[in-house]
């Protein structure tokens, strides 16, 4: 199964979900999103306000470009290997 992030809709459509007062496996069966990934988005994306989803999008925008994926060889490095 191919992961694919959350857009700003689906942030959006999450908002509204729960304040209908959807559970969140009430949200991931009309959402057809797998339950870890609405949990993952409510746990770390929750505040003292509730989820807000514009808030919610700019901090994973942030944690995408703040993340590092380890160090890459130089060319230089690549040449001596070989």
Known sequence: ???????????YQIHILKRAGHNQSKITDLMKR???TIGREL?????ERDY???HSHE???ARMR???NGRRVSAETC???V
Do not use: E, I
């Open 59 to 61: 901090l994973s925008l």
């Open 43 to 47: 746990k770390r994306n929750c505040g």
């Open 34 to 36: 797998d339950k870890s």
């Open 1 to 11: 199964m191919r992961y694919l992030h959350l857009t700003r809709d689906k942030r």
């Open 52 to 54: 807000r989803p514009k």
């Open 66 to 68: 703040a993340k590092d």
């Open 79 to 81: 040449a001596v290997a």
